[in-house]
């Protein structure tokens, strides 16, 4: 079975020690992000479910499934690229032609992430302007 030429890094010049650890530095900061990014979204999942589960009488609620949409998205996307991650620092920052993917990535997932959040906020607050203390 013959590889697939767009897995193969790119022949360029061996980093110095100074280059692979500034670059193990950058991997695990963007790694982090990455990590953060899945809580955070997972948290915003959860609490979606909390407003659903805890009051019966929700107003704007495709707003709602925007942000759930947006959300697992962001997670999704953000595990993707910690695995990415991964494998990047195996093959040790060598370029592929693959690597645009990380960018395109890091901004899906940053921008659904937000996105989510603004269309959460806009639903709760469209929600708790007609909210009582009894529930309803």
């Known amino acids: 079975m013959e590889a697939d030429p767009n897995d193969i890094p790119q022949e ?4 110095s020690l100074a280059e692979s650890k500034a670059f193990e530095e950058g991997s ?12 955070l979204s997972t948290g915003s999942i959860l609490l979606l479910v909390t407003f659903f589960d805890k009051f019966k009488f929700l107003q704007w609620k495709f707003l709602a499934t925007i942000s759930l949409i947006a959300f697992i998205i962001s997670t999704l996307i953000s595990f993707l690229l910690m695995l990415f991650l991964a494998k990047d620092v195996y093959i040790m920052g060598k370029p592929t032609s693959r690597d645009w993917l990380f960018r395109l990535g890091a901004w899906v997932a940053a921008v659904s992430f937000v996105l989510g959040i603004i269309i959460l906020v806009l639903f709760a607050a469209s929600n708790f302007s007609n909210w009582s203390p009894s529930g309803g």
């Open 12 to 15: 360029v010049e061996p980093m």
């Open 28 to 39: 695990k900061l963007f790694h982090d992000t990455f990590k953060h990014l899945t809580t």
